[in-house]
């Protein structure tokens, strides 16, 4: 565990109250689904599909705060805010690449910490 | 009593986000958590009727307002929560319009957002749950077969036209003399009625003073007389949609006769120094001791008032009428006061019986209630005697004071006017309970040693 984490977890450990088990079914949860709806985020944007952009972004957004992903809870908010509004969408390509790379690397981050 | 778990319903497609929801809230223990990842699945278990529905605004299957007007529909006293992803005032303001209770934005602070929430809505739904229990307790307690002892056949009658009062709306007058259950009578026909779950307001005309009438009844606004410091709601207010229970309404002021009169037939008041015209939706009762006819004829009563009370009449007989109700119900007495109080079990012997057969009760079932608590307390075995019915009616002392010693047959005479004067003049009853021929009665009648009606007319009679 040398380089920095991408995620935090203490959030998450205050609601587990000590259980342990707890913390780790939510990394799998995030394993199972996020780095799956980044890649599908990834093609919707590269398909200009802003709806299905909209809709992935709103979605994850939720999941990146629980893991406290302090790297992309801006910008995921302005990919949901732009995609929704069809507003500087030339930002949107290279934010999206940039989610992807982030979660794919805080996933193989947590797979290592938690041994999964 | 454990209190009832509160059922909560996470309605969340996010499977981490409503999995940290169930863990966090499932901490508390009086919480019964469960979730759900689309409207369709949480739709098929809302015949559950959750306390407290935790509802994500955007689901692959619905939004948040469509499945809101669902859960209205479906289970209108679930209380909805709405966890969004966007902040949105128009949306929450539109929600709230929509009947949710909270509208809380996914953040690092929801879940403690979500506990305060689900906290204030919990003593809401406490303090609803008692209410349900006690409203059950009380329709158990003015049960039909429970609340009013007796099978009499005089009493079945009264059953029967309780029965036709409890199924509809219609105005009901009960009369019967004092201590009869005319109270009793009434809360059970509203607490059998349509409208059982909303209110039973009773007021004793005769209990209030003649002033004070008009605003108890109808309310008063905030300065309209001296002490009234705030605006007041009256009975008739207190009452709406259910009902309300005017006893004594012998005994109102005839002034006050014609405001009733007013307001029963308009279906509206008007509260004292307003002028705000309340429309009213009261079922009335009402129970009387006097003879209305007669308060009629003397001035007292208005004849309009009468008819447009008189609705159903119930007529209660007195218990000196109800043959062996009397032992039913102090029997029922005797079993409520020795377990109340920790007597253990007591019965009747068969002379205490033969003693409140033949007594007359000018009191009624209040009388009788008495006389066996007393006497559970002064028996110290199982058996109630006849010396434990300490009967200390102020009309025996009629007919063993007066100062002057009487002979045994003025005695007698004496005893036996006074059952005449509380059995009605019925003298084939009285001849039954005093266990003496009616023959000697009638003999006696002829003889004028009893007369057929009460001494105060027979002494006004004697003056002319």
Redesign the interface.
Known sequence: MNAKRLYNLT??EA???G?KD?IK??VT??LQ??PAQSAELLKACTEENWQQVY?LA??M???I??VDIDLLKEEIKKV?ANAKTRTELEMLHPAVEHIYKIIFNAAEQMKEDFDI | MKPKPINICIVEDDLMYSSVLVHFLSLNPDYAVKKFTSAKDFLNDIHEKPDIVTLDYTLPDSTGDQLLAQIKELSPDSKVIIISGQEDIKVAIDLFKKGAHDYIVKDADTQERLWMAIQNLRENIELKQELQSLQHEVEKKYNFQKAVIGNSPVMKEVFSLMEKASSTSITVSITGETGTGKDLVAKTIHFNSERKKLPFVAINVAAIPRDLLESELFGHEKGSFTGATSRRLGKFEEAHKGTLFLDEIGEMDVNMQAKLLRVLQEKEITRVGGNEIIKINVRIIVATHRNLPEEIKKGKFREDLYYRLLGLTIQLPPLRKRGNDIILIAKHFIDLFCTENSLGKKNLSVEAKKKLMIYPFPGNIRELRSIVELACVMADGEEIDENHLQINHIGENNFSTGGAAHTLRQYNIQLIQYYLDNNEYDVIEVAKKLDIGKSTLYRMINNNELKLYKNTVRQMHDER
């Open positions: 959030n998450l609601v587990a109250n259980d707890f079914k939510m949860l995030f689904n996020t809709f709103h979605k957004k939720a999941s705060n629980l949901e």
